[in-house]
RNA sequence: GGCCCCUUCGUCUAGCGGUUUAGGACAUCAGGUUCUCAUCCUGAAGAUCGCGGGUUCGAAUCCCGCAGGGGUCACCA
């Protein structure tokens, strides 16, 4: 039998940001598409006028795009395509699987509050009208459901079953004259040959509804997966923008990589069976199994997510990472080249966990930060040595700095010839002189640092220092 | 409440009847790398595999109960 290629959807509702659970779905769907060499389309399941949110579509579209998901097709909006709905919906009432809901709204309220009091689950069908009218367009048209035993086969959950309470006459077509997303994703999959529905956990429940429909309309069953969901930090609930958890864009702000924003969703709930933590986008492509997504819920966990952008990070070349890293430079580096940035990038590498923390890392690269004393008092060590002795040393230090050409090499050899003159630890000398020419908390190995920082930046700090602690 | 799904270190997970004294990674802690931060290396701690029954010579792995969590029961998706 030839294997027909894949085509995935994902299609998402414009009601809201796009959080990583919706990522997750969209990026599993997009791997399945490329693996098999088809195609990946957009649609934006905007049948509900009243919950779309202005511009929710577009940032959709620009959350897959920042992480490289690209779609062959759309996005498609389902509100284009309210004919073809119509010419599917007529099919079902001819074949008498449909029929017009002569209920008013607050009747079938009364129905569900019943229900609700006896404890049970609300069924439609229950109060299904023996005669109902023919259908005009002005009320909800419903399916006719007939409930059974069914079981089908959930690519991610296995093998799966539920009996006839789980089926109902649900709505096809609102009193608005849109469709459910019940009904339209339906007609959609199928118009669109999708050959693979990937979508959350939240509507594994109507699957057998689903299923019922795709036998009234006589269509095949796509494959079906259901991703289970992301989970907040701390609790047990669904991830949502309530638990602080931020969106992609946010992330991709903050100076995240695509990549890395990929390979931590994908394996949040999928790995390939090795003990490897790391993927890049080619080996998920080639590694994706949706056979070997877990079935349980994962927790977002951004420590995790930090150390694999760190990781990302520190593997790039220097000049790729230098490029990306452009916009989020402190602003006094404007008046410094590309070489002497490119040289403090070198340095910060493999510090650096997300760019936004380029600033905070570098700053004293670029601007004498103000001597702040509180680092040399604040330090055991430094401060048993009185700033009689501290003086001496820094002296000692500008005198042999200033015979250094400082090469790292060079410098490094008099920063250990000092240690012999001095008979200091380089605990006590090298923190000293590290304090003295930064005022940084923390900063890159002392002769790299110096030596980006050149002769006369070092030679003058160090005298200003001086002067400070005299 | 009915139905459905889920349950292995704090977190992400490996595991698909015996090679397991349950492996890896993040986080944590300790040590090392001529100073700080980070990287890197080494090590430590951390899971009676939700609980209770079975089946089996043998179970995290199979079966049955129970509990907990989640989803769903909309003219929302």
Do not use: C
């Not at 795009?65 to 709905?85: C, H, M, T, V």
């Not at 299904?128 to 009320?139: E, F, I, L, Q």
């Not at 079981?151 to 093998?159: E, K, N, R, Y």
């Amino acid at each position: 039998m030839p294997k027909t290629a894949p085509r995935t959807r994902f299609a998402p509702s414009p009601t809201g940001y796009l959080h990583v659970g919706g990522i997750r779905t969209a990026l599993f769907a997009w791997l399945v598409a490329r693996q098999g060499g088809g195609q990946f389309i957009l649609r934006l399941e905007d049948t509900d006028q009243a919950r779309e949110v202005e511009g929710a579509g577009q940032h959709i579209v620009d959350s897959l795009k920042a992480l490289g998901i690209d779609f062959d097709e759309g996005p498609i909006r389902q509100s284009a395509n309210l004919a073809i709905y119509k010419k599917y919906a007529q099919k079902l009432i001819d074949s008498g699987r449909a029929y017009a809901d002569p209920y008013t709204a607050p009747e079938v309220q009364a129905f569900r509050e019943q229900a609700q009091k006896d404890k049970k689950p609300f069924l439609y069908r229950n109060h299904r009208p023996t005669n109902p009218p023919v259908w005009d367009g002005s009320t909800p048209l419903r399916f006719k459901a007939d409930p059974q035993d069914r079981s089908w086969h959930d690519a991610v959950m296995g093998d799966l079953q539920a009996g006839p309470e789980a089926q109902d006459d649900f709505i096809l077509i609102k009193s608005d004259g849109y469709p459910t997303y019940n009904f339209a994703h339906i007609v959609d999959d199928a118009e669109m040959k999708i050959t693979h529905v990937i979508r959350g956990q939240e509507f594994l429940a109507s699957t057998p509804n689903y299923i019922a429909l795709y036998e009234a309309l006589g269509l095949s069953q796509p494959i079906l997966a259901t991703m289970p969901h992301i989970l907040g930090p701390d609790g047990n609930k669904k991830l949502s923008k309530r638990d602080g958890a931020k969106d992609v864009l946010d992330y991709i702000r903050d100076g995240y990589l695509p990549e890395a924003l990929v390979s931590f969703i994908a394996t949040l709930g999928w790995n390939d069976g090795t003990e490897q933590e790391v993927f890049t986008v080619k080996e998920l492509i080639q590694k994706f199994d949706l056979s070997r997504v877990g079935r349980s819920g994962a927790r977002f966990d951004e420590q995790r997510l930090l150390w694999v952008n760190g990781s990302f990070i520190r593997n790039m070349p220097l000049d790729e990472l230098y490029q990306k890293v452009t916009a989020f430079w402190p602003a006094e580096a404007k008046d410094h080249g590309d070489n002497y940035k490119k040289a403090v990038l070198g340095l910060t590498q493999e510090r650096l966990k997300y760019f936004a923390e380029l600033p905070a890392l570098t700053s004293f690269f670029f601007n004498d930060l103000p001597v702040n004393l509180e680092l040399i008092d604040n330090n055991k060590q430094l401060k048993k040595l009185g700033r009689a002795q501290q003086i001496e040393l820094l002296q000692k230090a500008q005198a042999s700095l200033e015979s250094s050409d400082f090469s790292v090499d060079d410098l490094q050899a008099k920063l250990n010839h000092l240690l012999e003159e001095t008979g200091q630890k380089p605990g006590i000398l090298f923190s000293l002189i590290r304090i003295a020419t930064t005022w940084a908390p923390a900063s890159p190995g002392l002769a790299d640092t110096l030596h980006v920082l050149g002769k006369e930046a070092t030679l003058a700090r160090l005298k200003s220092s001086l002067s400070a602690l005299l």
